[in-house]
């Protein structure tokens, strides 16, 4: 529950303070934590360390 809360008060700020700038930025940063944390519990990651 909390944190759809986050994402709603940053989705908030978002539109109040007209940064759309920022959520490209963000959705990025997601998506290499997202590899990060998949890739360390996988038989994929030799794979994937090669990439970096």
């Known amino acids: 529950m909390a ?3 986050v994402l709603k008060e940053f989705w908030q700020f ?3 303070e007209k940064k759309y700038w920022l ?3 963000v959705i990025v940063f ?3 934590g ?4 998949f ?3 996988s038989a994929v990651a ?3 360390y090669t990439l970096f």
């Open 3 to 5: 944190k759809s809360r």
């Open 14 to 16: 978002l539109m109040a």
């Open 23 to 25: 959520l490209p930025i």
């Open 30 to 32: 997601v998506l290499f």
């Open 34 to 37: 997202l590899l990060i944390v």
């Open 39 to 41: 890739s360390q519990s």
């Open 46 to 48: 030799p794979f994937i």
